[in-house]
């Protein structure tokens, strides 16, 4: 049975930085392409960022770019996303994903439908 795990969410104040992790078992780790999507309060569940199972390719909403990165660790079936100048606007459950087959295109990864696999969710809360 396939388990996607967060951990590492919390309570930080804005600016300040956290690292999600997303353990993965039940499936061949290395063969998935892995994201990041996130759901705040009252709103739909979006987007975040992604990587493609070789690590080799990376995708990023506009509204994390240039603050989040997103990681993994194949032989510790391991991805991470470590998020810095944190803000409010960043509260939300972020959820981890995972999809063996996507088109290598942004807008592929962006879709939530194209996702087989989700885990339960981790809270980010970011004070000003």
């Known amino acids: 049975q396939v388990q996607l795990v967060e951990s590492g969410g919390g309570l930080v104040q804005a600016g300040g930085s956290l690292r999600l992790s997303c353990a993965a078992s039940?499936?061949?780790?290395?063969?998935?392409?892995m994201g990041w999507f996130r759901q705040a309060p009252g709103k739909e569940r979006e987007f975040a960022a992604a990587i493609s199972w070789s690590g080799g390719s990376t995708y990023y909403a506009d509204s994390v770019k240039g603050r989040f990165t997103i990681s993994r660790d194949n032989a510790k079936n391991t991805m991470y996303l470590q998020m810095n100048s944190l803000k409010p606007e960043d509260t939300a459950v972020y959820y981890c994903a995972a999809a063996q087959s996507l088109p290598n295109r942004y807008s592929e990864y962006a879709r939530e439908a194209r996702w087989s696999y989700w885990g339960q969710g981790t809270q980010v809360t970011v004070s000003s």
């Open positions: 039940g499936r061949t780790f290395s063969r998935d392409n």
